[in-house]
Each structure stands twice: as structure tokens, then as C-alpha cells.
């Protein structure tokens, strides 16, 4: 069974620093690996996905991850930390073969923006 | 494009009641999966449809039941409400002949009483 752990529930960073939030996954194959972002009452927005390839993946808002399947991790970063990316983050994994496409989410992480 | 939308946006039930939440897909897309999320947590697979068909279940009860429409549109029943049913109730749409990437509606909010 697939599973997700997001180590840190809550992460406070200062505007302009850089961020990463921390991803473990649980699958017997490769994965596919997707990071979500949520606003405060809102649903979920995808900032960025892995399926194959280049391991160092860009996304939407500056946003980067990298998965490392050594270390069955899919970390997210950003060099420079805005007070719009306040929200909650979710990293998911998703089945690579197999009919049902269902995701797999973490816990997610609580990211505070101080100014 | 329009993208995935929800209704209702909220809505307020009491223990024993039923409820039907309404999803439209993006254009194009002909899978819907339904997801669960209580507060503080991440979302929980409640179950997919395609061609109208269930596509897969995760671990609800049978109280929780769905439909698709030819028109790839879907809704999600709960029978019997319990108090932790109370949650966001996320709809997503996909292609599943992509990489099962989806795409996520803004949610109802079901609140049980």
C-alpha cells in the first residue's frame, strides 16, 4: 500500500528566506509524485508533478522539488519565500499502473510567513 | 476551460439525515474521484468513477455511494450522517489515459449537528 509522510507539521519561515518542505513516500514502484497547495476554505491547487525523467522538476510560483528515489523522497523548495505562499502544502503519490488512480496524501504542512 | 466546480458550497445537516454533493468535471476530463478531508488533515480517497463506473474505492462504508452521468458530471450520497462525517468533500477530474494528474474543485463543506 502506498503511503505519505509530511515529518513537519508546521513550518514558520521569514518573507525572503528559502523554504523546504519535506516529503517521504511508501510505494513498491516508481511513483508518481505531486505537490498541492491549499488556501485557507479552498480546494487544492497542483504545483508541480514527477511521473519520469528529470528528477529536478520545476513548477508553478517558483516552486521546485526533487525526488530522490534513494532516499524515497520528493522534497519541495523555494529560494525565496513570498507572504502569498502562506497556505497549507500536500504531497501525494499516485499508483503508476493498475486501473484505479486514486492519490495518496500526507498529513500536510502548515507554512506561517512572518514579514 | 472551465474548471472543476462544486455545489453546494456549504451545507448543514443533522445526525441521521442523508446528503447529495454535486460535482462538474473540466471539460474533457471523464473520471471523477471524490475525496474526504476532516480539519487538520490531508484528503482521504472515498472513491473514483469512469464511464459511469466505479473505478476503485477506498475505505468508507457503503452509506457513502456515487454516481457519474454521461456527461462525466458525479455525485457523492451519504446515507445515515454521523457527526465525523463533517468535513471539506473534494471532487477531482482526470484523464485516465494520462498520469492520473487531477484536478481539484474549491469542495462543499458538510457540516453534521
Known amino acids: 500500500a502506498q503511503s505519505v509522510t509530511q515529518p513537519d507539521i508546521h513550518i514558520t519561515v521569514s518573507e525572503g528566506a528559502s523554504l523546504e518542505l519535506r516529503c517521504n513516500y511508501s510505494y513498491g514502484a516508481t511513483p508518481y509524485l505531486f505537490w498541492y497547495v491549499q488556501s485557507p476554505g479552498q480546494g487544492l491547487q497542483l504545483l508541480l508533478k514527477y511521473f519520469s525523467g528529470d528528477t529536478l522538476v520545476q513548477g508553478i510560483k517558483g516552486f521546485e522539488a526533487e525526488f530522490k528515489r534513494s532516499q524515497s523522497s520528493f522534497n519541495l523548495r523555494k529560494p525565496s519565500v513570498h507572504w502569498s505562499d502562506a497556505a497549507e502544502y500536500f504531497c501525494?503519490?499516485?499508483?503508476?499502473?493498475?486501473?484505479?488512480?486514486?492519490?495518496?496524501f500526507g498529513k500536510g504542512t502548515l507554512l506561517t510567513v512572518n514579514p | 476551460e472551465t474548471g472543476v466546480t462544486q455545489s453546494p458550497t456549504h451545507l448543514i445537516k443533522t445526525r441521521g439525515q442523508q446528503v447529495t454533493l454535486r460535482c462538474s468535471s473540466q471539460s474533457g476530463h471523464n473520471t471523477v474521484s471524490w475525496y474526504q478531508q476532516a480539519l487538520g488533515q490531508g484528503p482521504q480517497f472515498i472513491f473514483q468513477?469512469?464511464?459511469?463506473?466505479?473505478?476503485g474505492r477506498g475505505n468508507f462504508p457503503p452509506r457513502f455511494s456515487g454516481l457519474q452521468f454521461p456527461n462525466y458530471s458525479s455525485e457523492l450520497n451519504v446515507n445515515a450522517l454521523e457527526l465525523d462525517d463533517s468535513a471539506l468533500y473534494l471532487c477531482?477530474?482526470?484523464?485516465?489515459?494520462?498520469?492520473?494528474?487531477?484536478?481539484f474543485g474549491p469542495g462543499t463543506r458538510l457540516t453534521v449537528l
Open positions: 477531482a477530474s482526470s484523464l485516465v489515459a494520462g498520469y492520473n494528474e487531477q484536478f
Open positions: 468513477y469512469y464511464r459511469e463506473e466505479e473505478n
Open positions: 501525494a503519490v499516485g499508483a503508476s499502473g493498475g486501473s484505479n488512480y486514486k492519490l495518496t
